[in-house]
């Protein structure tokens, strides 16, 4: 596992904005998985300028979203409505500015009416497509990834889970309150990608920002690998793990240090 420490956010979002293009040169068709929230929004402009001012080319990659609210999301007759979903952020945020097909993106159907049988379907399409090359991942304020919340197995694949009050709070606050919805309008179940799915990616970048976060990204990192910190399981990744953190995030890590020495010995080779 590698983990970089920036300056601060923007360094922060132009560094994975960087790793996630070097994939694209390499392979025009890879498999990215993507996360929705405020921190990946930075490299999620990133790679929109890299693709109006270097000619970034998506139109060959295929992506799967980590996560969707039960209840809500693309409706068929308005692909992008003008709601909370996930669907509509990721549209918003980053596939309408960029060239890629929105045949070849993916989101959890939390419309559909048997999201049981979706979560089954949606590991079988990430199989079908050769699995996730490069997933993208943000840390919640208790630790957890996607809506993998504490308590979920570490081997858990796609799933309906229920979210936690802490969740809840936070996603209201990011994603509710300014559009003018209340707490009751929030839906309280969602569809995840499980741990083990999101570990079979070849490779993960985790994403975290601000002093509010170096609790649990130390936990993460450097703490016991529990289900009562999902995001621990990064220790688990059997392929390539990379953690770039802006300083404050990175203040609470008793390793920095090495952290920074390694970075720089492995520019050297």
Same mark, same amino acid.
């Given at each position: 596992?590698?983990?970089?420490?920036?300056?601060?956010?923007?360094?922060?979002?132009?560094?994975?904005?960087?790793?996630?293009?070097?994939?694209?040169?390499?392979?025009?068709?890879?498999?990215?998985?993507?996360?929705?929230?405020? &921190?990946?929004?930075? &490299?999620?402009?990133?790679?929109?300028?890299?693709?109006?001012?270097?000619?970034?080319?998506?139109?060959?990659?295929?992506?799967?979203?980590?996560?969707?609210?039960? *209840?809500?999301?693309?409706?068929?007759?308005?692909?992008?409505?003008?709601?909370?979903?996930? !669907?509509?952020?990721?549209?918003?945020?980053?596939?309408?500015?960029?060239?890629?097909?929105?045949?070849? &993106?993916?989101?959890?159907?939390?419309?559909?009416?048997?999201?049981?049988?979706?979560?089954?379907?949606?590991?079988?399409?990430?199989?079908?497509?050769? *699995?996730?090359?490069?997933?993208?991942?943000?840390?919640? *304020?208790?630790?957890?990834?996607?809506?993998?919340?504490?308590?979920?197995?570490?081997?858990?694949?796609?799933?309906?889970?229920?979210?936690?009050?802490?969740?809840?709070?936070?996603?209201?606050?990011?994603?509710?309150?300014?559009?003018?919805?209340?707490?009751?309008?929030?839906?309280?179940?969602?569809?995840?990608?499980?741990?083990? &799915?999101?570990?079979?990616?070849?490779?993960?970048?985790?994403?975290?920002?601000?002093?509010?976060?170096?609790?649990?990204?130390?936990?993460?990192?450097?703490?016991?690998?529990?289900?009562?910190?999902?995001?621990?399981?990064?220790?688990?990744?059997?392929?390539?793990?990379?953690?770039?953190?802006?300083?404050?995030? !990175?203040?609470?890590?008793?390793?920095?240090?090495?952290?920074?020495?390694?970075?720089?010995?492995?520019?050297?080779?």
């Amino acid at each position: 596992m590698d983990v970089l420490i920036r300056a601060d956010y923007d360094q922060m979002s132009k560094t994975a904005a960087s790793r996630i293009a070097d994939l694209v040169r390499k392979k025009p068709d890879c498999v990215l998985g993507l996360a929705t929230g405020g &921190t990946p929004i930075g &490299t999620y402009k990133e790679l929109i300028r890299m693709h109006r001012e270097e000619g970034l080319d998506f139109s060959k990659v295929r992506t799967f979203n980590l996560d969707e609210y039960l *209840g809500i999301g693309r409706d068929l007759d308005k692909p992008y409505p003008q709601d909370q979903s996930y !669907a509509r952020f990721m549209y918003e945020e980053l596939f309408k500015s960029i060239n890629i097909p929105l045949k070849n &993106t993916r989101v959890p159907d939390g419309l559909s009416k048997d999201p049981e049988a979706f979560c089954v379907e949606y590991e079988e399409a990430i199989r079908a497509a050769g *699995g996730v090359d490069l997933q993208l991942l943000g840390i919640g *304020g208790d630790g957890h990834w996607a809506f993998n919340e504490p308590g979920t197995s570490l081997a858990s694949k796609t799933h309906i889970e229920a979210l936690t009050r802490q969740t809840l709070d936070d996603n209201y606050e990011l994603f509710y309150k300014g559009a003018g919805f209340s707490r009751d309008d929030m839906p309280h179940f969602a569809i995840t990608m499980g741990i083990g &799915t999101i570990l079979s990616a070849k490779s993960l970048i985790m994403l975290a920002n601000g002093k509010k976060k170096a609790g649990v990204v130390s936990a993460a990192l450097e703490g016991p690998i529990t289900s009562q910190v999902t995001s621990s399981a990064i220790q688990m990744c059997a392929g390539k793990a990379t953690v770039i953190l802006d300083e404050e995030a !990175a203040s609470s890590l008793r390793n920095i240090e090495f952290y920074q020495h390694k970075e720089k010995l492995k520019a050297t080779l």
